[in-house]
């Protein structure tokens, strides 16, 4: 059993940078895929992030490539997503999802584990 607990999000202006941690709960926890979902206002959940249980891979949507990074410390069983030159269409609900990884790491599994209660990130213009 894996809990997923996010924080770090807040209310910034346009071109600033936060960081959101995922921490987990369980002894297993580097045995599982990272992934980071974003839920805008009204709209469809979209995956932004993904990292692989020994952060060898990682993966980013095109919205956020370049600007947002990916990155796990699995000592603190955590989780993060550095997120820089936030735009006001990053804002949205962010959460954070585990998929247990048995051997290749899929940016895009058929089914997640575990999900966290989100954080909302908000930018303003």
């Known amino acids: 059993q894996v809990q997923l607990v996010e924080s770090g999000g807040g209310l910034v202006q346009a071109g600033d940078s936060l960081r959101l941690s995922c921490a987990a709960s369980?002894?297993?926890?580097?045995?599982?895929?990272i992934y980071w979902f974003r839920q805008p206002p009204g709209n469809e959940r979209e995956r932004v992030a993904a990292?692989?249980?020994?952060?060898?891979?990682?993966y980013y949507a095109d919205s956020v490539k370049g600007r947002f990074t990916i990155s796990r410390d699995n000592a603190k069983n955590t989780v993060y997503l550095q997120m820089n030159s936030l735009k006001a269409e990053d804002t949205a609900v962010y959460y954070c999802?585990?998929?247990?990884?048995?051997?290749?790491?899929?940016?895009?599994?058929?089914?997640?584990?575990?999900w966290g209660q989100g954080t909302q990130v908000t930018v303003s213009s």
């Open positions: 369980g002894r297993t926890f580097s045995s599982y895929a």
């Open positions: 999802a585990a998929t247990y990884q048995d051997r290749y790491f899929s940016p895009s599994p058929p089914k997640y584990d575990y």
């Open positions: 990292i692989s249980w020994s952060g060898t891979n990682t």
